[in-house]
């Protein structure tokens, strides 16, 4: 069975035999029938955030694009975007098409990661606006509800993305991720709109892992969540906010890393454990925060905007934010983040504020701004 969207054609796949197996790790690995529950300091919490602010809309049931004529994919089948020969073009390349710049999220890691001089990166300046905790422990899942936008980005190279990552291993080659969020990426999706995706890497970004399902690794057991979809509504100006909560966790069963998305506890999928190497004993860094590609159009700083395109200081309603941060520990008690780096890379073009109240935002951080400005030349 196929669907046509506006996010392309979309087909419904029989969850055993989804693309995902054909990678190497994967041709013996069992499909878990029954998720696993969320872990239950995290449901409690969830159910908690149910019965909070009413100027926070967290989006459900019609939150993908593809939703909007009604159309499902059947029970037992799980909806795979299909790749086009337009899709590959964009990228360039086969590689690039599947996966980020290795630069992209290495200068976002440089603290916990050593490249070797004799490296070849293709290097893209990236800028970032995050909140970073290695808290010497191993973690097992982190969490946080994302406010959703639609930032304006000024060509098809450059992105804006704001996500959880969760990452080990002080080398390259070592470097373990897994990444989820939303992001606007011209290039890799054909348009302009905001889209939920995933990433993984086993390698530091070098020949492994790539976004969505565009090549083998994360497996789909949902069926009516698509991962690379378009996702609706975004939030207004001094208007209703929407938010996409997110949930990184690790099965301490099976190994696997698990997403979980929105307060009904959607399990989207997972990432095999068998795909990772350090990764296996645990996360020992979760990141947060907002990324963008800056190619310097015209000599200048790029205008390509991070969150909603303001800066921290304006607040709730203007600038875009990350709240209610969460650890999970390999007990599965939930902790607040420590150990914590803010990673900046210009204020003047986009910033942080990490703030902590006791309501429904608790530790959390507005972030983002314009990009280029008279103090952002």
């Known amino acids: 069975m196929s669907i046509e969207s506006p996010d392309g054609i979309i087909d419904c796949v029989d969850k055993w035999k989804q ?24 449901k409690t919490k969830l159910d908690k955030m149910k019965q909070g602010d009413t100027n926070i809309s967290s989006v459900a049931s019609s939150w993908q694009v593809w939703h909007q004529n009604g159309t499902r994919c059947p029970q037992g089948t799980v909806p795979i975007l299909r790749v086009t020969e337009e899709d590959v ?26 490249v070797s001089p004799t490296d070849t990166v293709h290097v893209l300046p990236h800028e970032y606006a995050t909140m970073k905790s290695t808290p010497g422990f191993p973690l097992y899942g982190a969490a946080a509800a994302i406010n959703v936008w639609n930032p304006h980005v000024d060509n098809e190279a ?29 290039r890799l999706f054909g348009d302009s709109n905001t889209h939920f995706f995933v990433y993984w890497t086993a390698d530091g970004y070098q ?17 009516n969540i698509i991962v690379g979809s378009s996702i609706v509504p975004y939030s207004t100006i001094s208007g209703q906010q929407t938010e996409a909560i997110i949930h990184l966790w ?44 800056n190619t310097k159009p015209n000599g200048a ?44 890379t210009d204020a003047n073009c986009y910033n942080l504020d990490l703030r902590f109240t006791l309501d429904l935002m608790g530790l959390h951080f507005f972030y983002g701004g314009p990009g280029l400005n008279d103090n952002c030349p």
């Open 19 to 42: 693309p995902t197996f054909d990678h190497p790790l994967l041709k013996n690995h069992k499909l878990q029938l029954v998720p696993p529950e969320i872990p239950r300091a995290w």
């Open 207 to 223: 020949s492994t892992g790539c976004y969505n399902l565009r090549c083998p690794g994360f497996v789909q057991v949902d069926e």
């Open 89 to 114: 073009l964009r990228a360039g390349s086969v590689h690039d098409f599947q996966r980020k710049p290795q630069k992209a999220a290495l200068a976002a890691l440089n603290a916990t990661v050593s």
């Open 250 to 293: 690790k099965d301490r069963g099976t190994g696997d890393w698990w997403l979980v998305y929105g307060p009904d506890n959607i399990k989207v999928g997972f990432w095999p454990a068998s795909l990772f190497t350090t990764l296996r004993e645990g996360a020992t860094t979760a990141q947060w925060g907002g990324e963008v590609t």
């Open 301 to 344: 700083h790029t205008p390509t905007q991070m969150g909603s395109g303001h800066f921290a200081e304006e607040g709730f309603g203007k600038a875009s934010y990350f709240r209610d941060l969460t650890m999970l520990e390999s007990n599965y008690a939930i902790s607040l983040p420590t150990e914590i780096f803010i990673d900046v």
């Open 158 to 186: 450059e992105m804006s993305i704001s996500q959880i990552w969760l990452s080990a291993g002080s080398e390259q080659s070592t470097h373990n991720t897994i990444e989820a969020g939303w992001m606007v990426y011209p």
